[in-house]
T-cell receptor
Framework: ELKVEQNPLFLSMQEGKNYTIYCNYS?????LYWYRQDPGKSLESLFV?????AVKQEGRLMASLDTKARLSTLHITAAVHDLSATYFC??????????????FGTGTQLKVEL | KAGVTQTPRYLIKTRGQQVTLSCSPI?????VSWYQQTPGQGLQFLFE???????NKGNFPGRFSGRQFSNSRSEMNVSTLELGDSALYLC??????????????FGPGTRLTVT
């Protein structure tokens, strides 16, 4: 059974600082997703990483994937208050009958202090 | 273009009742997946539909069922509701999940409260 572990679970940081969220998973996959969720809201797609060494950046967020280490990271550069949210990584499993099942990490609740 | 829509947004039901939730995917998308989100269990996969066929199902009891219509709209049904079914139910839409880029877009969710 696929396990996805995220750490830290909670992250309080000051504006302007850098930090990294880690996502480890237990079985081979070539699909790694990052989502953002604001309180009471749905999931907003941030990145989909599909190959070893893939790196994607959007604004102050950069995600990378190391399929050999089964590790993805979400790096936050010079955090701003607007980045406060819960961030989820999810690993996609291609299934025998086709399709894709996402197994989510527990989420990292990020709070950026003004 | 319009995003994924889910109705109703909020629902309060009593134990033992049944409920039907609806999801309209992004226009042109043929795959619809359902997820349950609770504080205790996090986000869990319920099932996925593609071209009116359920292709995959998560580890949920048979009380949870769903279907997809020819226009790709999907419904999920929960019968004999239990308190533990209180959750945010999220629907995700994708053009296809059989080839890259495997993007999945989530709707706003239906918040179900069982009393």
């Amino acid at each position: 059974e696929l396990k996805v572990e995220q750490n830290p679970l909670f992250l309080s940081m000051q504006e302007g600082k850098n930090y990294t969220i880690y996502c480890n998973y237990s079985t081979t996959s070539d699909r790694l997703y990052w989502y953002r969720q604001d309180p009471g809201k749905s999931l907003e797609s941030l990145f989909v990483l599909l190959s070893n060494g893939a790196v994607k950046q959007e604004g102050r967020l950069m995600a990378s994937l190391d399929t050999k280490a089964r590790l993805s990271t979400l790096h936050i550069t010079a955090a701003v208050h607007d980045l406060s949210a819960t961030y989820f990584c999810a690993v996609g499993e291609g299934l025998t009958g086709g399709g894709n099942k996402l197994t989510f990490g527990t989420g990292t609740q990020l709070k950026v202090e003004l | 273009k319009a995003g994924v829509t889910q109705t109703p947004r909020y629902l309060i039901k009593t134990r033992g009742q049944q409920v039907t939730l609806s999801c309209s995917p992004i226009s042109g998308h043929r795959s619809v997946s359902w997820y349950q989100q609770t504080p205790g269990q996090g986000l869990q996969f319920l099932f996925e539909y593609f071209s009116e066929t359920q292709r995959n199902k998560g580890n949920f009891p048979g009380r949870f069922s769903g279907r997809q219509f020819s226009n790709s709209r999907s419904e999920m049904n929960v019968s004999t509701l239990e308190l533990g079914d209180s959750a945010l139910y999220l629907c995700a839409s994708s053009f296809t999940l059989d080839s890259p880029p495997y993007e999945q877009y989530f709707g706003p969710g239906t918040r179900l409260t069982v009393t």
